[in-house]
């Protein structure tokens, strides 16, 4: 990354997350802090979440994957919040390859802005398939490529930005620093 690209993520990084690392349970809960406490950034994810829920059975047993710092539990009561990090107030730690559920025991799956984050989307999509029933839904929200946030993504945030690549598997070396945008 060159110095004015650095100096310019310096400059727009949160005060309230500077110097954390990027894996650290403590990031997830400053971020959620910061979600909640900036009007205009709670007034995104109540837009988001209206779509999610919009797109999920009304009833049933729905599992939030990625939940770490948002909070749709607050608007779906009941719906099951989870993390691959141990954040506080999660439902349940898992792996999205590797879901802990029985075959048809959810009615759906919501993320936001999480699949990019998987290692391998492919084995998600398997997990998923077994674990929600016929006629349940996985609804999800994934960053929208512009030309801004091409610009953002390539040249000022840390994952790497590979949108038209045909498959992905990553690393893993991160749970959430390890990405493909």
Request: proline letters at 9%; aromatic letters at 8%; glycine letters at 10%.
């Given at each position: 990354?060159?110095?004015l ?8 990084a ?124 996985v ?43």
């Amino acid at each position: 990354m060159s110095r004015l690209a650095e100096r310019l993520r310096n400059a727009l990084a949160l005060p309230e997350t500077a110097g954390l690392d990027l894996d650290a349970p403590e990031l997830t809960a400053r971020r959620r802090a910061v979600i909640r406490g900036k009007p205009f950034l709670r007034r995104i994810y109540l837009e988001w979440y209206a779509a999610l829920l919009g797109a999920l059975p009304p009833d049933g047993r729905i599992l939030e994957i990625g939940s770490g710092g948002g909070f749709l539990q607050e608007l779906r009561p009941g719906l099951l919040t989870s993390d691959i990090l141990p954040v506080p107030g999660l439902d349940v730690v898992l792996d999205a390859r590797h879901l802990p559920f029985p075959q048809g025991a959810l009615d759906g799956v919501a993320m936001v802005n999480v699949l990019h984050h998987i290692p391998d989307p492919s084995a998600f999509f398997d997990e998923a398939a077994r674990c929600v029933r016929p006629g349940g839904a996985v609804a999800m929200l994934e960053p929208w490529v512009t030309p801004w946030s091409r610009l953002v993504y390539t040249r000022l945030h840390h994952e790497p930005f590979a949108p038209q690549a045909a498959e992905w598997r990553l690393s893993g070396q991160g749970a959430l620093s390890d990405a493909n945008g």
